[in-house]
């Protein structure tokens, strides 16, 4: 296996996991005031990210079993987590909490270029 799907596999793996688990504490912690005050857009936008999570685990599983026969997952995971970078740094833009969008810009950094390096080396 190539070092560069390996890679991305467990990039994958770790955000999916991530992903899952930050809105697991964050729903345990009573963190989420979105609930009380938007409780249909913020499930929406829940939903949303725990389904980009989901294809994460199942694609980098895919990759690291070696069954990378069908790159619908890898395509599709890789979109929408994406999306999902780009579009949660406005929470955070409003509120003026720098470090957040920070961190999403670095990730989605990070997950561009693998996409790219990936999609070049098949």
């Known amino acids: 296996m190539k070092s560069t799907f390996r890679i991305t596999g467990i990039f994958q793996l770790v955000m999916g996991t991530g992903m899952i688990g930050i809105w ?4 345990l ?3 989420i005031p979105e609930l009380q005050t938007d409780p249909f857009q913020i499930c929406m936008h829940i939903l949303a990210e725990i389904v ?3 294809l994460l ?4 599983s895919f990759i690291l079993l070696k069954k990378y026969r069908h790159p619908i997952f890898f395509n599709l995971s890789f979109g929408m987590l994406i999306y999902t970078l780009i579009a949660s740094q406005g929470y955070y833009v409003q509120q003026s909490d720098w470090g957040p969008v920070a961190l999403f810009m670095v990730l989605l950094a990070m997950t561009a270029g693998l996409l790219i390096v990936t999609r070049i080396k098949k």
């Not at 697991?24 to 729903?27: A, K, S």
């Not at 685990?57 to 980098?60: D, K, V």
């Open 24 to 27: 697991v504490g964050l729903f």
């Open 29 to 31: 912690s009573k963190q």
């Open 57 to 60: 685990l199942i694609s980098g």
């Open 52 to 54: 980009t999570a989901l």
